[in-house]
């Protein structure tokens, strides 16, 4: 059984573990999103062989829960291809975590096409149930510590999607529900519809969120703090655009240059690398790397709990982990930041 830094609680910044709104929940400043990079096809997996991509994975992995990082964040279609994540991290959390369970939060989600059929994605009972089922067997879990549903699905009444979450965490399937994109006004509905119906409610809201445009969890970060329940945020490095990897053009071997994600090449553009040099120079100084310093501004806002990163090796996750030694912003150094990035979206 591998083993662990026997201090990797000892070092971490000042509120590093903070509480899912109302809930008994807490969460790392960071945590690691495995979208990409462990599954078995993409980019990636093109350049590592199988065992260099699965001991990237573990290393990666590993060394998050080493600085401090408990919470792994799943879907059902991640990988790619879908559901490889689960099933190549579930042998990892087997092999390396046995002994840790109790220490990490492993979450996952339904909601996007996960299969063909009529039972493949969406808000019903039928595909949430089966599919979290499916996640704990790729997972090698016997419960999830968070489920969401991965979108809003106006389609199906919101009564059932809750409903469905509902019985998941009664029986003992996961021990939190969760709720993913929704708006604003859908956050407040199903928070509404839980109230009035006893349903368990979701405690945790997951949202696009990022310096480059603010506006983009479209008031649902509003509405679950409002509601007592805590936000976590992916994508908070604009897709790597708020890193140094885009400072001086498209590199081939990046992610917009494989167009393999949302980004796309032509999203670097001439004005847009004269806002990120600017905030580049900003972040050194104050002794930070471009990324932290996106990071730093994600988790000063007091509506957020934590901020999901991705990563395709284990410098990166140390990285991000960093973030918060140099201290938080000050309200006047987010305003500089955000004049720095106005009009960069």
Same mark, same amino acid.
């Given at each position: 059984m591998s083993?662990?830094?026997p201090?990797?609680?000892d070092?971490?910044?000042?509120?590093?573990?903070?509480?899912?709104?109302?809930?008994?929940?807490?969460?790392?400043?960071v945590?690691?999103?495995?979208?990409?990079?462990f599954?078995d096809?993409?980019?990636?997996?093109?350049?590592l062989?199988?065992q260099?991509?699965? =001991?990237?994975?573990?290393?990666?992995?590993?060394t998050?829960?080493?600085?401090g990082?408990?919470?792994?964040?799943?879907?059902?279609?991640?990988?790619?291809a879908?559901?490889?994540?689960e099933?190549?991290?579930?042998?990892? !959390?087997e092999?390396?975590f046995?002994?840790?369970? =109790?220490?990490i939060?492993?979450?996952s989600?339904?909601?996007?096409?996960?299969?063909?059929?009529?039972?493949?994605?969406?808000?019903?009972?039928?595909?949430?149930?089966?599919?979290?089922?499916?996640?704990?067997?790729?997972?090698r879990?016997?419960?999830?510590d968070?489920?969401?549903?991965?979108?809003?699905?106006?389609?199906?009444p919101l009564?059932e999607?809750?409903?469905?979450?509902d019985?998941l965490v009664?029986?003992?399937?996961?021990?939190?529900?969760a709720?993913?994109?929704?708006?604003?006004e859908?956050v407040? =509905?199903?928070?509404?519809?839980?109230?009035?119906?006893?349903l368990?409610k979701?405690?945790?809201h997951q949202?696009?969120?990022?310096?480059?445009?603010?506006?983009?969890s479209?008031?649902?970060?509003?509405?679950a703090?409002?509601?007592?329940m805590?936000?976590?945020?992916?994508?908070p490095l604009?897709q790597?655009?708020?890193t140094?990897k885009?400072?001086d053009g498209?590199?081939?071997d990046?992610?917009?240059?494989?167009a393999s994600g949302?980004?796309?090449?032509?999203?670097?553009?001439p =004005? !847009?690398?004269?806002h990120?040099?600017?905030?580049?120079?900003?972040?050194?100084?104050?002794?930070?790397?471009?990324?932290?310093?996106?990071?730093?501004?994600?988790?000063?806002?007091?509506r957020?709990t934590?901020a999901?990163?991705?990563a395709?090796?284990p410098?990166?996750?140390?990285?991000?982990?960093?973030?918060?030694q140099q201290g938080?912003l000050?309200?006047?150094?987010?305003?500089?930041?955000v004049?720095?990035?106005?009009d960069?979206a």
């Open positions: 083993t662990f830094s201090t990797r609680y070092d971490l910044p000042g509120g590093w573990f903070r509480r899912c709104g109302k809930s008994g929940l807490d969460l790392p400043a945590s690691l999103g495995m979208w990409h990079n599954g096809a993409g980019t990636d997996a093109q350049k062989g199988e260099d991509l699965h =001991e990237n994975a573990t290393a990666m992995m590993r998050a829960f080493d600085r990082v408990t919470h792994f964040d799943f879907a059902n279609n991640y990988g790619p879908p559901g490889a994540a099933a190549r991290c579930g042998r990892i !959390l092999s390396d046995g002994h840790h369970r =109790e220490e939060v492993v979450s989600k339904a909601g996007y096409r996960m299969q063909p059929g009529p039972y493949g994605d969406g808000g019903g009972r039928k595909y949430l149930i089966q599919s979290c089922e499916a996640s704990l067997r790729r997972l879990l016997d419960h999830l968070l489920f969401y549903h991965h979108r809003n699905d106006p389609s199906v009564e999607t809750l409903g469905a979450l019985h009664r029986s003992g399937k996961t021990l939190h529900a709720v993913s994109n929704y708006p604003g859908r407040e =509905e199903a928070l509404s519809i839980c109230e009035r119906d006893g368990v979701p405690i945790l949202v696009p969120h990022h310096l480059l445009d603010p506006s983009l479209g008031g649902g970060l509003d509405a703090a409002d509601g007592g805590g936000n976590i945020v992916f994508s604009a790597g655009l708020l140094d885009y400072l498209v590199p081939a990046s992610r917009a240059a494989a949302f980004l796309k090449a032509d999203r670097v553009t =004005e !847009l690398q004269a990120l040099k600017r905030l580049n120079a900003y972040a050194g100084d104050r002794g930070q790397t471009l990324a932290q310093l996106a990071l730093c501004w994600v988790l000063g806002d007091p957020i934590s999901l990163i991705g395709s090796r410098s990166q996750v140390t990285g991000c982990c960093d973030a918060l938080p000050s309200e006047a150094e987010r305003a500089e930041v004049a720095l990035a106005a960069a």
